[in-house]
């Protein structure tokens, strides 16, 4: 039996990667980038989000574009991010293998977000945790919580480490699989990933998983992943060519680059289980549909190092 990768990465470009573009991207192009990063060897790919098309246009065709990602699930686990329990219903009739739920460490953030307060969203997510429950095992999803705006705030500004502790041990206590602790707007430092992180783990204990998503809005994401790596953390999201925003916190930029992520652990001796040759080759798909603007990554910039191919 192969040996597990040394880090965990979920492709998050599907989903977070187009939700804020200013230009929709086409059914067959989001199909062919699903492919495309599931052929490179990622194990985890969120594939799109079940809310409403007039709130997120990109994603009206999500239930096409899930039906096709799902064909990939002997290989990966499919995901979904819901915003509450109605979306929660169409990412269960869907059959995905992961279902994440956001909820907001910054009130304002949560209001703009979902049009709820943080204890509003907390109920709902006991009610899909409860819904879950009820489906057999075999057909129960993964649930996270993911706490966004977990390392600062584009309207609030400073977010109080105690507020995500206590959303983090609110996640725990309703039944949460995992935890994930989302930089939204990428104000993260290499010091307060590590002390969030510690927070969130002296709330929930040492055997809940705990996840980062970062961005890299102000060239900090591999730096947080490092640091995040010296604070325990072996799960990341992250998205091709560095796409990515959210439509509801102003300045947001793009996900910490999964090329470059994936080079920079394996330099570091942990494997990923990721062919980056193939990986890098979700950029032609890219650039066909989305302005260059939008497209980063230094891999891309620069090319993978002919002396250090071989250890790519």
């Not at 269960?92 to 209001?111: D, K, M, Q, R, T």
Request: charged share 20%; glycine share 10%.
């Amino acid at each position: 039996m192969a040996r597990a990768p040394d880090v965990h990465i979920c492709e998050v470009a599907a989903r977070d990667g187009l939700q804020n573009l200013d230009v929709f991207v086409p059914t067959a192009a989001k199909c062919e980038l699903i492919d495309a990063i599931a052929a490179a060897g990622v194990s985890e790919i969120d594939a799109g989000s079940f809310v409403p098309p007039k709130v997120v246009p990109q994603f009206a065709d999500v239930d096409t574009v899930m039906a096709h990602a799902l064909q990939h699930a002997h290989t990966a686990t499919i995901g979904a991010l819901v915003p509450n329990f109605k979306g929660a219903e169409r990412a269960i009739a869907a059959g995905v293998g992961a279902i994440y739920f956001v909820i907001s460490a910054s009130e304002s953030h949560n209001l703009a977000n979902v049009r709820r307060t943080i204890e509003e969203q907390l109920d709902g997510f006991r009610a899909v945790r409860a819904a879950l429950d009820a489906l057999p095992a075999s057909r129960r999803p993964k649930l996270m919580g993911a706490i966004a705006t977990a390392f600062g705030c584009s309207i609030e500004g400073e977010i109080k480490q105690a507020a995500v502790g206590r959303l983090a041990r609110g996640f725990a206590e309703a039944g949460a699989d995992e935890i994930g602790l989302a930089d939204t707007v990428g104000y993260g430092t290499p010091d307060l990933i590590k002390d969030i992180v510690r927070v969130a783990r002296d709330e929930v204990g040492p055997q809940m998983p705990l996840r980062l998503h970062l961005h890299d809005t102000l060239g900090m994401g591999l730096a947080d992943a490092v640091a995040g790596l010296d604070a325990g953390i072996r799960r990341f999201d992250a998205a091709v060519s560095g796409l990515g925003g959210c439509p509801f916190a102003p300045g947001a930029r793009g996900n910490v680059v999964t090329e470059d992520l994936v080079f920079m652990l394996e330099r570091m001796g942990l494997s990923t289980g990721i062919d980056l040759d193939r990986l890098m080759q979700t950029r032609d798909i890219l650039a066909r549909h989305i302005a260059p603007r939008h497209l980063t990554g230094h891999l891309h910039e620069a090319g993978i190092p002919k002396a250090l191919r071989s250890a790519a």
